[in-house]
């Protein structure tokens, strides 16, 4: 029923067919996934965080795959549980088993205490903690707190891959049983912290910690100054390649890596080959002009995102901010955006999504101005229509705007 549910939505261009299959199979079997994973041999990976899951997922995918190991993944983002059993549930043979080398879903940061209940899993890659849709999940002190009492619950045989630039992702480690392996920056940074930091108190005595240097938000070679908390030593800090821009995709080119390196399997030669998944730095040709669209969803991310897209000298940026579930329904965080240092004047700004006046409005307190287009269509038309043959329109959208983007652009949104 769910394959056959899922082939409906594909062949009437509905989406991926990637959560209503799982949605229904937990409805009448609320144990399905950990009944199916028990007659399997599959090792399970779970990729966590506030930024970079999808990609770092869709790297170590690539890599595994590029070495002759068959793996299954909830490729289009749907990171719930009902978007893993639909993955679990559409990669069954016809005997009703799973075979593939590797499970690897990326998880939803209060989805993952839940997942972990269903599935034990073999690694887990954590990523970062930021502010995000604080409506919905919390601050990151809390989330932590409630990752760390899943971790104390673990074997010890499962290894656990962790951020050493983030304090509250160290944190985790501290004290773990598991096999722990940190990835982390060994570059220039600079000596300040943005203002839109979030973790910037040591986990364990919760006094402000000290920065040799800042890589972007609050992720950086930190210590605490009481000598409660220190920086872990050995970590994993140099890729022969990475495959995309901007500092975040550092970290998880890294994150993926070192991954794949603990499960034996030297991918290395591989990394020129990735290409990027959908909505993070997804590249399009639309009416013979390039598009680039890349998700931004938070302070930390999107400051990170505009760096990037400036580094690359955009001349037009279409921004597109949405407040739907998905999204987080208080958008008072582009307020902590880093509009007025990030943004060139001559730069031509188009806002749209539910939330284009909110949006604009930030950006005129920045003294830059933007043309408003509630209607998303129009602003892709607007926008691309200010776009040369030889320049890139950047897309930063929010989630559930870059759904609207890609159905518009591809024909297709996820399901």
């Known amino acids: ?230 920086h872990p030593v050995d970590i994993f800090s140099k890729s022969p390649h990475y495959p995309l821009n901007g500092v975040y995709n550092r970290y998880n080119t890294l994150a993926a890596l070192l991954a794949v390196k603990n499960l034996g399997i030297n991918a290395d030669d591989h990394l020129k080959d990735f290409r990027p998944a959908f909505g993070r730095q997804e590249q399009l040709v639309i009416e013979g002009k390039r598009v680039e669209i890349i998700l931004a969803k938070n302070p930390a991310g999107f400051n990170q995102t505009l760096q990037t897209v400036l580094e690359q000298k955009a001349a037009n940026i279409l921004l597109a901010l949405n407040d739907r579930i998905a999204d987080g329904t208080d958008v008072s965080w582009i307020w902590d955006v880093d509009f007025e240092n990030l943004i060139n004047k001559s730069i031509l700004l188009t806002t749209t999504g539910d939330r284009a006046y909110d949006l604009a409005l930030r950006l005129k307190y920045a003294g830059l101005s933007s043309k408003i287009e509630l209607n998303l269509s129009d602003a892709l038309s607007h926008a691309l229509s200010q776009t040369k043959k030889s320049e890139t329109l950047y897309i930063l959208p929010t989630y559930t705007a870059m759904l609207e983007i890609r159905k518009l652009l591809v024909g297709k949104k996820i399901l």
């Open 1 to 230: 029923m769910g394959k056959t549910l899922s082939r409906l939505i594909q062949l009437g261009n509905l989406g991926n067919g990637s959560t209503w299959p799982g949605h229904i199979a937990l409805r009448y079997s609320p144990r399905f996934i950990s009944e199916l994973l028990k007659k399997s041999k599959t090792k399970v990976i779970f990729v966590v965080g506030t930024n970079g899951k999808t990609t770092t997922t869709a790297l170590i995918s690539h890599l595994l795959s590029s070495t002759n190991h068959t793996v299954i993944q909830n490729t289009s983002g749907a990171n719930l549980i009902n978007g893993i059993a639909s993955t679990l549930l559409l990669a069954t043979n016809f005997k009703g088993k799973i075979q593939a080398d590797y499970a690897l879903f990326e998880v939803d940061e209060n989805t993952f205490t839940e997942a972990c209940a269903e599935i034990t899993p073999d690694m887990i890659v954590m990523l970062n903690l930021f502010r995000d849709q604080l409506d919905r999940y919390g601050e990151v002190h809390t989330i932590a707190h409630n990752w760390k009492k899943v971790i104390d619950k673990l074997p010890a045989s499962k290894k656990l891959v962790l951020n050493a630039d983030d304090p509250q992702i160290a944190y985790l480690g501290m004290g773990a049983m598991q096999r722990i392996s940190y990835f982390g920056l060994n570059e220039d940074g600079v000596n300040k912290l943005d203002h839109a930091s979030d973790s910037i108190y040591c986990p364990v005595c919760k006094t402000k910690l000290k920065y040799k240097k800042s890589y972007y938000s609050h992720l950086g070679d930190w210590t605490c100054p009481k000598g409660d908390f220190k």
